[in-house]
């Protein structure tokens, strides 16, 4: 969960990880993925509020039966923050069926003089040269699934 600007966001919310109904109610949430350990129907119930925007990816927008669904490379500009999807995936050999090229969102949100990046569940794509200007990275580290130290510095020198 971040806060900036008044607006509440929370990011992969699950029950499992914290208690949500003691939480400041979401002006938007995002969900990286599909897996239950990022999507969380009943976390999502618990931090909604009239007016609370739900962004996800494409999977997501299916099982959850609503909210914006943005694929790797779209943008939406939702109560004054814009919102890209980025790649995040895993592409080491044995591990791709993991996060799937092309399924799965990490986040850029831009606030008035502030990016923020949020990855999600990825590894050290060639795709994060393309970031730029980031002031704020949030970045996974959790093998398999994720990035090993080494290649979190990689992924942060790629968009320095």
């Known amino acids: ?15 499992r990880y914290a208690n949500y ?3 400041p109610k979401a002006n938007i949430i995002l969900i990286t ?9 009943n976390a999502i119930s618990k931090i909604s509020r009239s007016g609370t925007v739900l962004i996800c990816n494409p999977e997501v927008q299916k099982m959850n039966g609503s909210g914006t669904a943005l694929k790797n490379g779209e ?27 092309g399924r799965d ?6 606030f008035k003089n502030l990016r923020v990046y949020v990855a999600g569940n990825t ?3 060639p795709e ?11 970045l996974p580290m959790n093998q398999p699934y994720t990035m090993t ?5 990689k992924a942060v020198r790629r968009f320095e």
């Open 1 to 15: 969960m971040m806060e900036y600007g008044g607006q509440v966001i929370h990011i992969d919310p699950v029950s």
């Open 21 to 23: 109904s003691a939480l």
């Open 33 to 41: 993925h599909q897996h239950g350990d990022h999507f969380d129907q």
């Open 75 to 101: 943008t939406t500009t939702q109560k004054g923050i814009t919102i890209k999807a980025v790649p995040a995936c895993n592409t080491t050999p044995g591990r791709e069926g993991f996060h799937p090229k």
């Open 105 to 110: 969102n990490g986040y850029v949100l831009e």
């Open 123 to 125: 590894e050290d794509i």
């Open 128 to 138: 994060m040269a393309e970031l730029s200007d980031i002031d704020i990275a949030f």
């Open 149 to 153: 130290p080494g290649q979190v510095a």
